[in-house]
């Protein structure tokens, strides 16, 4: 959590993301608040915050094998 946390590193990673568009008809599109119509994101925090690192990705697999671990033992 926090400018330094992983969820700021996964929004930085969004937005910049080159795939990433909202559909033309998300209400978003018709925010008053420019940040969320540029973004394409409901929130405006962490927007210029960096990609994820290999770090983060690691931490991100991790949980992804553990959940897998645990959904193939029966939880």
Do not use: F
């Not at 993301?17 to 994101?41: F, R, V």
């Not at 990609?51 to 991790?62: A, F, M, R, S």
Request: charged share 25%; with cysteine.
């Amino acid at each position: 959590m926090g400018a330094d946390g992983l969820e700021s590193s996964l929004i930085g990673t969004i937005v910049k993301c080159k795939l990433y568009k909202p559909s033309g008809n998300w209400l978003g599109n018709h925010s008053s608040k420019i940040k969320i119509k540029e973004s394409g994101l409901w929130l405006v925090q962490h927007l210029k915050a960096n990609d994820i690192n290999e770090d983060n990705k690691e931490t991100i697999l991790g949980a992804i094998r553990r959940t897998q671990e645990w959904i193939m033992n029966g939880r």
